[in-house]
């Protein structure tokens, strides 16, 4: 596995090995022994996975509060989307900056997004399955968001009106989100 840093600290893109041949693949999707090497020490405690059944469907941007923030590790099992993180920690000389992955069932890349991140998906194919692993368990009562077309990230969403929860379509920008 081949793990690249990007320029928001914290952020990894993970390219696995993949063993092709006539019946398919083989590929390790996490190895605790090499994100070490990496200095990422992450105990995961819950998987998630979601069906986005239309192109263009936006969930996101999402985050907790401390004391449960969570990392992510993210992955596409079927389909494609564009993944985006935003670095909402206060004390960052990169806070309010943002990246975007281009992540599907084909490239098999995944995306390590850390604490202190906000993250969204934008599906680019139907019926696209995204599963990600936390290191801290769902808590509803931390659950914040950043609304995903917030003018002052001027995040280059790959749809001008995407698919959106009610939920995600009234979160606050990032200058009115409570991040602390």
Known sequence: MRVIPQRLKGVYLLEPVVHEDHRGFFMESY?????????IEV??????HSLSVHTGVLRGLHYQLQPKAQTKLVRVLAGAIYDVVVDIRRDS??????MGFNLSAQNKQQLLVPKGFAHG?????PNTEVFYKVDEFYAPAYDRGILWSD???KIDWPVDAPELSDKDRTHPTLA???LD
């Open 31 to 39: 190895n605790e022994n090499i994100m070490k090497q990496y200095g």
């Open 43 to 48: 105990q995961f405690v819950q998987d998630n």
């Open 93 to 98: 000389p990169t806070f309010g900056q943002w």
């Open 121 to 125: 998906f934008c599906t680019l194919l």
């Open 151 to 153: 003018p002052s990230l």
């Open 176 to 178: 009115n989100a409570e």
